[in-house]
C-alpha cells in the first residue's frame, strides 16, 4: 500500500512556528507533486502550500505566502512545511499528498495522501 505520513503536529501559541513533515510509507511511488493542505473543523480542505519535485518549484496559498516555506531532502525523499507567525485560524489538521504534476491546488489532483496531523494554534 501506498502512502504518506505526516509528523510534526502540535500546540503552539499565535506567532509561534512549527515544522511539519512528509515522507513515503509502503511501496515506493513516483509522483513530480508535493502539496499541503489543511482542515478546519467544519470547513472544506484548503490548499496551502505544494513543490514541484522535478524543478523545485514552489506555489502556495495567498494566506500563507511570507509565512510558510515549504522545501524538500531528497536523500529522504522528505518534504517540509516550515510554518512562522502562525495565526490561530490556521488551526486546522494538515494533510501532505501526493500528485502528478505540479501547481496544482485542487485536492482531487492528488491522489495519494496522509491521515493528517493535527495543529492547534492558541491566541
Known amino acids: 500500500q501506498v502512502r504518506v505520513v505526516e509528523s510534526g503536529g502540535g500546540l503552539v501559541q499565535a506567532g509561534g512556528s512549527l515544522r511539519l513533515s512528509c515522507a513515503p510509507s509502503?511501496?515506493?511511488?513516483?509522483?513530480?507533486?508535493r502539496a499541503w493542505f489543511r482542515q478546519a473543523p467544519g470547513k472544506g480542505r484548503e490548499f496551502v502550500a505544494g513543490?514541484?519535485?522535478?524543478?523545485?518549484?514552489?506555489y502556495y496559498a495567498d494566506s500563507v505566502k511570507g509565512r510558510f516555506t515549504i522545501s524538500t531532502d531528497s536523500a529522504k525523499n522528505t518534504v517540509y512545511l516550515q510554518m512562522n507567525s502562525l495565526k490561530p485560524e490556521g488551526t486546522a489538521v494538515y494533510y501532505c499528498?501526493?500528485?502528478?504534476?505540479?501547481?496544482?491546488?485542487?485536492?482531487?489532483?492528488?491522489?495519494?495522501w496522509g491521515q493528517g496531523t493535527q495543529v492547534t494554534i492558541s491566541s
Open positions: 499528498a501526493a500528485g502528478m504534476y505540479g501547481g496544482r491546488r485542487d485536492a482531487p489532483d492528488y491522489d495519494y
Open positions: 509502503g511501496r515506493t511511488f513516483i509522483r513530480d507533486a
Open positions: 513543490i514541484t519535485w522535478s524543478s523545485l518549484n514552489t
